[in-house]
């Protein structure tokens, strides 16, 4: 199988994960680098690749036969759209857009154009997060009935030298809660009503550090997000699920999925039943599934380039990942005005 020849678009923290990553893929060939900044020119330099300050001069040099957006949020949909106007299709990073109505702009981009579109949902790709949806989705756990998540963690002091961190949509829900929310809607489908509070009471800047959401699926389950990036805990998915080096890896759970007939942990896997007799005066059972290993990222690019071909749909597309964005949206909403959001069908 010839490699696909992939561009770059955004050289900064998650881009030149993307870049490494091409750089040693069977799927892919890096193909060129687009960032105007001083620091993506000297990497270029430094690996023998192709530079671009300029994206669309790129596009049309260096002519990729796909591209990885990995530019700022506020850019995503821009970039995209220049891409897709010369029939060049696109891995776009998490989240899809700032808002649903541009989210909703680039699918119909996408269409137009006639190209698939994959978001880089990246957790999709976990093995761990594959396993345990198909023990919910094999009925296993019985009826879903709740749904409990942990992401608590500490951002370094320097993190918020960036002025934007510290204003509001800089903030851990539109960063970091997206993904415990992308992975909810994965295991236990679509949300069809949210409440949340909101707190700025640890660190005292105007965005929030704390947060707490209340959802209610449509399959009847109900579940619960705790969110901090100001507490010193382990209890987060990126130091549990070790997707990552750059995060020192800690033996929790972070992730509790009850059913009527078991439970699950993540991303430990634990299976807990009653083998006998049920209810609470009687022993439960825990199996545990060998941890299931796997670099998502990795495998997502081997998906871009089956999405590319046409040979596989792409695991997080754009309007999945739009109700993703909604939902996650509706957080700051519900904070806002104090009101539970419902969502449409
Ligand atoms: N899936 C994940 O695990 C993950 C992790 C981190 C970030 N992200 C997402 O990736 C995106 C980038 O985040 P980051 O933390 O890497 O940001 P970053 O600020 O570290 O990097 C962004 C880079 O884009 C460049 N850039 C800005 N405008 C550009 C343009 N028009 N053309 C080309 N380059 C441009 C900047 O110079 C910078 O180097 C965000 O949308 C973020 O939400 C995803």
């Not at 270029?44 to 036969?65: F, I, S, V």
């Not at 857009?97 to 190209?115: F, N, S």
């Not at 009527?260 to 009687?282: C, I, K, M, Q, V």
Request: with cysteine; aromatic share 6%; charged share 25%.
């Amino acid at each position: 199988m010839s490699k696909m020849n992939v561009a770059v678009i955004g050289a900064g923290a998650i881009g030149r994960t993307h870049i490494e990553l091409a750089q040693r893929h069977d799927a892919v060939r890096l193909a060129a680098i687009a960032d105007p900044s001083d620091s993506a020119r000297a990497l270029a330099k430094a690996q023998g690749l192709p530079w671009y300050a300029d994206h669309r001069e790129m596009l049309d040099t260096a002519r990729p036969d796909a591209a990885i957006v990995a530019t700022p949020n506020a850019t995503h949909v821009a970039v995209a759209i220049d891409c897709m106007e010369r029939g060049i299709p696109v891995l776009v990073e998490k989240p899809i857009a700032d808002t649903v109505e541009e989210a909703r702009a680039l699918c119909a981009a996408a269409k137009r154009a006639g190209l698939p579109l994959l978001v880089g949902h990246h957790r999709r790709h976990n093995p761990i997060i594959r396993k345990a949806r198909e023990i919910v989705n094999a009925g296993r756990l019985g009826k879903p009935v709740t749904a409990t998540v942990m992401a608590t963690f500490l951002k370094p002091d320097s993190y918020f030298d960036v002025d934007w961190r510290r204003k509001p949509g800089g903030g851990p829900v539109l960063i970091n809660l997206i993904h415990e929310i992308d992975l909810l809607r994965v295991l236990l489908g679509e949300i069809e009503s949210l409440q949340a509070i909101r707190s700025n009471n640890a660190r005292g800047f105007a965005v929030e550090d704390t947060t707490a959401v209340m959802l209610r699926f449509r399959n009847g389950a109900l579940g619960t997000i705790t969110l901090s990036d100001a507490t010193a805990a382990p209890w987060n998915w990126d130091l549990a699920a070790g997707e990552s080096e750059h995060y020192p890896r800690q033996n929790v759970n972070t992730h509790f999925i009850s059913g009527t007939e078991a439970s699950l942990t993540l991303p430990g896997l634990e299976f807990w039943n009653y083998r006998e007799r049920r209810g609470w005066h009687d022993p439960l059972t825990a199996e545990c599934t060998a941890l299931h290993r796997g670099n998502p990222y990795i495998e997502q690019l081997r998906h871009f380039r089956a999405v590319v071909d046409g040979s596989e749909a792409p695991v997080c597309s754009g309007l999945d990942a739009m109700r993703t964005l909604e939902a996650t949206l509706a957080v700051h909403t519900s904070a806002d005005s104090g009101q539970t959001v419902v969502f449409e069908d």
